[in-house]
């Protein structure tokens, strides 16, 4: 009853939660954050099993999977955070995962709550290097799918979730592009964001995307164009947060428009 897993924020992205668990889950984080002594919140399991329980010395509380502080944790949850009405604590992670490893240029597959980096010595698992890509993947994912907000549901950007999400971390002009470099297939678009309307320029060879847009605060949706047609469109709330979804085939080029009032 009372152990957060690293199982938990990935549940959510996989879509195992209901909106309820998934917004309880995201909650309990947020608050462990603040009563544990540990540099972030990210743990493996939380609270660890008795020291030795496992056989291995190693194996101590904080160590790794009992307990260790996990990039790979804070990318899920980060992601879990951007997609379920809790924006700016998703950003927020991405923000504090930056400037640490910014500081030394180096990440690690795990720490201990403390802080210190895992180490061959420390290792418990013949397997898994100290300065394994698991944790910066899972931040990378939670980035380009979560805040960039592109999300492919299927092959070659042919049907895409968009889901900018900009605004949680107050930045009103983005220019994202992404590539399977394999296929040489691009997926761009550039978002701005004004007092009354926001513009999307979307570029790709053939896709249908469904937009997920997220909107200022206290904002709506009037309508939504591209050119001089009206798209049809529902705005919708999570958490707080305002959104606004409507679906578009692209080829090529679009150009959308939405345009915004205060909300009722």
């Not at 290792?123 to 698991?134: H, I, L, N």
Request: aromatic content about 12%; glycine content about 8%; hydrophobic content about 35%.
């Amino acid at each position: 009853d009372e152990q957060l897993s690293l199982s938990n924020p990935m549940d959510i992205n996989r879509g195992v939660t209901t909106r309820e668990m998934a917004a309880s889950i995201i909650r309990e984080y947020q608050k462990r954050r603040v009563e544990t002594g540990a540099f972030a919140e990210w743990f493996s399991i939380d609270p660890p099993f008795p020291d030795g329980i496992f056989g291995d010395e190693k194996l101590i509380g904080g160590a790794y999977v009992n307990g260790g502080i996990m990039p790979l944790v804070g990318g899920e949850l980060a992601k879990a955070a951007l997609d379920n009405g809790f924006e700016e604590y998703g950003v927020d992670i991405l923000k504090r995962y930056y400037k640490m490893i910014s500081e030394k240029g180096e990440t690690y597959l795990w720490y201990f709550p403390d802080g210190t980096p895992a180490s061959v010595e420390k290792s418990t698992s013949p397997d898994a290097q100290p300065t394994d890509g698991w944790g910066s993947s899972s931040m990378g994912y939670a980035f380009i799918e979560g805040l960039a907000g592109v999300e492919d549901s299927f092959k070659l950007f042919k049907r895409v979730k968009l889901s900018p999400r900009w605004l949680a971390a107050g930045v009103n002009e983005a220019e994202v592009q992404i590539r399977y470099n394999a296929s040489d297939t691009p997926f761009k678009y550039n978002f701005s964001a004004k007092e009354e309307e926001i513009d999307l320029k979307v570029s790709c060879r053939d896709s249908h995307i469904h937009f997920h847009l997220m909107l200022p605060d206290r904002k709506r949706a009037q309508y939504v164009m591209v050119g001089d047609k009206y798209l049809e469109y529902s705005n919708l709330t999570l958490e707080k947060s305002r959104y606004v979804d409507f679906e578009l085939n692209v080829k090529n080029f679009e150009n959308i428009k939405v345009f915004l009032e205060k909300d009722k």
